[in-house]
């Protein structure tokens, strides 16, 4: 499957659709990250109570951001206790990119972030105009995997220029300055 999916068709298709229904990983990357809600059995809740669901069930969950979420996000993460130990986050200053892997069987790439406005999950007067591609083709799913597997092994950290805004990869860092040689950037 390769299909083209905008606005609210993106919350209805990755957001309550198939981010739910993961059964061993589930990897996020977007810019921006807000207290998002969602629907969940005829009721909203925070995004975070349904990545809960997911750890209490033993899903791996990886979520890449740019920027730290703000106090809202911070309240709602600290009622999920075990979002604690079993949601592996990393932060890079650099991240821009936006998609959702779901068991490497499903992926979604576009241009919304996690936020309430980017997924379409807001009224049609308060949301972005988003589109993106959700495929189920092994190849493309790889491709998106690879790109974000890159960021979070630190594969870009050796050269990045805002090294002083990230200290996720500093061991990453010390260990390959130490392997270059004199004269090397």
């Given at each position: 499957m390769?299909?083209?999916?905008?606005?609210?068709?993106?919350?209805?298709?990755?957001?309550?659709?198939?981010?739910?229904?993961?059964?061993?990983?589930?990897?996020?990357?977007?810019?921006?990250?807000?207290?998002?809600?969602v629907?969940?059995?005829?009721?909203?809740?925070?995004?975070?109570?349904?990545?809960?669901?997911?750890?209490?069930?033993?899903?791996?969950?990886?979520?890449?951001?740019?920027?730290?979420?703000?106090?809202?996000?911070?309240?709602?993460?600290?009622?999920?206790?075990?979002?604690?130990q079993?949601?592996?986050?990393?932060?890079?200053?650099?991240?821009?990119?936006?998609?959702?892997?779901?068991?490497?069987?499903?992926?979604?790439?576009?241009?919304?972030?996690?936020?309430?406005?980017?997924?379409?999950?807001?009224?049609?007067?308060?949301?972005?105009?988003?589109?993106?591609?959700?495929?189920?083709?092994?190849?493309?799913?790889?491709?998106?995997?690879?790109?974000?597997?890159?960021?979070?092994?630190?594969?870009?950290?050796?050269?990045?220029?805002?090294?002083?805004?990230?200290?996720e990869?500093?061991?990453?860092?010390?260990?390959?300055?130490?392997?270059?040689?004199?004269?090397?950037?």
């Amino acid at each position: 499957m390769l299909k083209f999916v905008t606005d609210r068709e993106i919350y209805e298709e990755v957001i309550c659709g198939a981010i739910p229904k993961a059964k061993r990983l589930l990897w996020l990357a977007t810019a921006d990250l807000k207290d998002l809600h969602v629907h969940k059995q005829g009721k909203m809740v925070p995004l975070l109570e349904v990545l809960s669901d997911l750890v209490h069930r033993n899903v791996e969950i990886r979520l890449l951001h740019a920027k730290e979420p703000g106090p809202a996000f911070r309240r709602d993460f600290d009622r999920y206790r075990s979002l604690a130990q079993g949601l592996e986050r990393m932060l890079c200053p650099r991240v821009h990119l936006k998609c959702v892997v779901v068991d490497a069987e499903f992926a979604y790439t576009g241009s919304a972030n996690l936020t309430g406005a980017g997924v379409g999950a807001k009224s049609t007067r308060r949301r972005n105009f988003e589109s993106g591609i959700l495929t189920t083709e092994p190849a493309l799913i790889g491709e998106v995997m690879e790109q974000f597997d890159g960021i979070w092994r630190g594969s870009h950290c050796p050269d990045c220029d805002r090294k002083e805004f990230c200290d996720e990869h500093a061991g990453i860092l010390s260990a390959r300055r130490r392997e270059r040689r004199p004269g090397e950037r």
